[in-house]
């Protein structure tokens, strides 16, 4: 909402002459300077006034268009059973969706930056298709969840198993090739039963290119299910995007859909 500037009075000034006497006034050249201060000191208060409006009638600190309101959020996780969210972090939206192609079904929840697209599994007469991703795609920035089978031997927080999960993962779309795979260190665990690392690899591109790329994964258990979210950029953009790509990593829970649970999608 934009204030009407129309309705805002600015003090009445007033003007000189328009014909300029031969002879000039006895008033000294130092009255003619500090008349013309005492003008322009009240158009610059009467601007601040308006711009003081704007700014009211804006909200000053008000949080930008799309964001993810935690009340309503946290209700949503209320409903379905989940844990609620303390906070919400400035630039990120919260997003909670179903995953019905695993056994068992799932909801799955995460942080993604402000700017990123959500992308959705489709759903046509077959089934559901596709998987939960969200990204700056055209930048080569994205986050994906990838559901692999849990290992019986309990060995889902060994290098190994990560390794193995989050290739199938950055390599699920099938468009290109990768070589060079590797775990470079394993980070503090977000929270009990997760198990996050940091990875880098070479993707072979279609068009013969070879790009460095390098990333983070969350990974857990739930049931027979070992869902992973997987977040990757280049190498060169992780300099500055890592710190992000470590939030939307630690944020990822994933829970066992009840089947007395509606299916769930949105991040508000």
């Known amino acids: 909402l934009v204030p009407d500037v129309s309705r805002v009075t600015l003090p009445r000034v007033r003007r000189g002459t328009l014909a300029t006497p031969a002879v000039p006034p006895t008033a000294s050249d130092d009255d003619a300077a500090a008349s013309a201060d005492t003008r322009r000191g009240v158009l610059d208060r009467s601007v601040a006034a308006v711009a003081a409006l704007s700014t009211l009638a804006l909200g000053a600190g008000a949080p930008p268009a799309g964001a993810t309101d935690l009340k309503r959020f ?15 972090p400035g630039g990120f939206n919260a997003l909670l969706e179903t995953y019905s192609q695993s056994t068992p079904k799932l909801l799955v929840e995460f942080l993604y930056p402000q700017n990123w697209l959500v992308v959705k599994p489709s759903q046509n007469t077959n089934g559901e298709a596709g998987t939960v991703s969200a990204g700056d795609y055209g930048k080569g920035d994205s986050a ?31 468009d290109n090739q990768y070589q060079n795979f590797e775990i470079t260190k394993v980070l503090p665990a977000p929270a009990k039963d997760y198990v996050m690392a940091e990875f880098t690899y070479e993707l072979l591109t279609g068009a013969g290119f070879v790009v460095e790329r390098k990333g983070v994964g969350s990974l857990t258990t739930v049931g027979a299910a070992a869902p992973a979210l997987i977040t990757v950029t280049t190498s060169a953009r992780y300099k500055k995007l890592g710190p992000a790509l470590k939030t939307v990593a630690a944020s990822f829970r994933a829970f066992e859909k009840s089947s007395s649970i509606a299916d769930i999608s949105g991040d508000d």
């Open 74 to 88: 946290n209700k949503k996780l209320a409903m379905v059973g989940v844990p609620e969210l303390d906070d919400i």
């Open 144 to 174: 994906a969840l990838y559901v692999g089978a849990a290992p019986t031997d309990g060995s889902a927080a060994s290098k190994g198993f990560l390794q193995k999960t989050f290739v199938a993962g950055i390599s699920q779309r099938g």
